[in-house]
T-cell receptor
Framework: KNEVEQSPQNLTAQEGEFITINCSYS?????LHWLQQHPGGGIVSLFM???GKKKHGRLIATINIQEKHSSLHITASHPRDSAVYIC???????????FGTGTSLTVIP | DGGITQSPKYLFRKEGQNVTLSCEQN?????MYWYRQDPGQGLRLIYY???????QKGDIAEGYSVSREKKESFPLTVTSAQKNPTAFYLC???????????FGEGSRLTVL
């Protein structure tokens, strides 16, 4: 069993839809990261959070420490949001990252 | 602009050859990492380094080697001992081990 689990694995949405990607983790963490990987392969860090909620443009990330769960929301989705979204956790000891297997999002015009 | 540069982007290798993937960062980060990505799997850690002249094995270090002679540079050598080297390799850095991760564009290695 992976330390970090994401759902869904694949997601197709119509442009303009509200999207939610979920991440659950089973280990103690000091921070949770949301990453975006475009078809070319490069990865960009979207959020790093240890509590509460963060917002950047149309993206919102939340974390519930008690439930060991985080969500990434995309409001008013756009085809350029099509990418793989990866959830990752920094271990509580700080010496390791755990990665989910990613959610592949396709937004159709 | 600050960032991480990986090269080459694509690399083909014959079996039995060693290849070296370059990773350079100008973010002044202390920590650097090499990850391997295979279809359907999460990123797996090959090696990481917290400081110059020191590095640690990750989960899948066998068949790989690294060096950290300069803060900016963390090259990865895929040796002929690596049984299944065809993969996408990503270099990353963070200001410290617990910091936000910054990634390069990746290097795709194909063994013929």
């Amino acid at each position: 069993k992976n330390e970090v689990e994401q759902s869904p694995q694949n997601l197709t949405a119509q442009e303009g839809e509200f999207i939610t990607i979920n991440c659950s983790y089973s280990v103690g963490i000091s921070a949770l990261h949301w990453l975006q990987q475009h078809p070319g392969g490069g990865i960009v860090s979207l959020f790093m959070l240890s509590s509460g909620k963060k917002k950047h443009g149309r993206l919102i990330a939340t974390i519930n420490i008690q439930e060991k769960h985080s969500s990434l929301h995309i409001t008013a989705s756009h085809p350029r949001d099509s990418a793989v979204y990866i959830c990752a956790a920094t271990s509580r000891t700080g010496n390791q990252f755990y990665f989910g297997t990613g959610t592949s999002l396709t937004v159709i015009p | 602009d600050g960032g991480i540069t990986q090269s080459p982007k694509y690399l083909f290798r014959k079996e039995g050859q060693n290849v070296t993937l370059s990773c350079e960062q100008n973010l002044n980060h202390d920590a650097m990492y090499w990850y391997r990505q295979d279809p359907g799997q999460g990123l797996r850690l090959i090696y990481y380094s917290q400081i110059v002249n020191d590095f640690q094995k990750g989960d899948i270090a066998e068949g790989y080697s690294v060096s950290r002679e300069k803060k900016e540079s963390f090259p990865l050598t895929v040796t002929s001992a690596q049984k299944n080297p065809t993969a996408f390799y990503l270099c990353a850095s963070s200001i410290r081990l617990t910091g936000e991760l910054f990634f390069g564009e990746g290097s795709r290695l194909t063994v013929l």
